[in-house]
């Protein structure tokens, strides 16, 4: 039999390996806890760093007349290396074309380059079928899954996106003709916002960048222009925010698409700028069989202009007056104080430029990404 005092101490010993235990137990809780909380800590750290990162990237909209000319689809194309580099979020695609293959077209980029949920809106009013275009030969060759009746009017996508996004967060780079901008600016309150049109864009874009029109002036430019008389009129008298345009004059000068000779002959790139070379009427006297020709480049710019800047780099601001449209698609730079209005004005070879934009335009085919 064991004395008193000796169980005693027993129990004292067993209470004091299991303090021990309990301690030693707790020990490796605690050390499993402490490894975890800077993990924790480590992953939040990132995600705030992405989501600040996400917040400061520049926020696009792109209203294009894709399909005509195959700089809308050079300027796409860039917009998707730039979204997938994390230089830029594009927040919506916004089609003035209403040919019918246009939204499939588009569809199939986004997919293509892997941003499948960036939404399309579309000219309302029915649909036209445009053999030289070269959006059915994307559409042909590329799965996608929407076409024109799947999609919003361009206004009700801008209403929502606006309604959606912060204030004075977007840029708005518009890179045809202005039909959807002046469309918005008349629209009235919805279901998205109980603002006017013209309320919601100065309250959400920051600034928009236009190419069109020529600088200092011009008798006559596409998307001044765009069949539609008074539309750019109306659009510039209508509109305080800051504007950057990014004029014809920049863009003739620039020829790109050489280099798409060298590459996959099933890249969407190959694919469209071939057609366009063989079909556009204006390109057509050029067409080489087997060749796709230079082409110029004017919506990469505004593009280049809005997700990078650039300003000093490969143009200067060019203020201090502002842009006096006509009805037809002319006009003239009118010099004075500054107002929201400016231009662009290249201070590099447009051969640079072409390298640059090339490069740009095939972020998914370089290893190196051009600065
Ligand atoms: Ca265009």
Redesign the pocket.
Known sequence: MLTLCAQEQIDNSKTTCSFILHLKANYYKMKKILLVIPIILLLAFVGCQNQVQEQILPRIIFD???G??A??LG?LAMLHGFTNNNECKLLAVML?TNEKYAVSAVDAMNRYYDNPNVPIGVRAGGTHVSETTHNKILADNFPHELSYGDVPSTTELYRKVLAENDDNSIVLVA??PLLNIKLLLESGPCSFSPLSGKELLHKKVKEMVV?GGQFPRGEWE??FNGDMPGVTKYVFEHIDLPVVFSGYEIGVKIKTGNVFNDIDKNHPLYIGYYHFSEHASWMSEYFVEGRITPNAT??QTAVLYAVRGGVGKWWNKVDGGFCKPDNDGGNVWVEGDKTNHSYLKLIVEPEEMANLIDSLMLIDVNLNIPE
């Open positions: 294009t007349d894709f005509g000319d700089d809308d300027a003035w890179v045809g190419m596409w998307n004017y919506d």
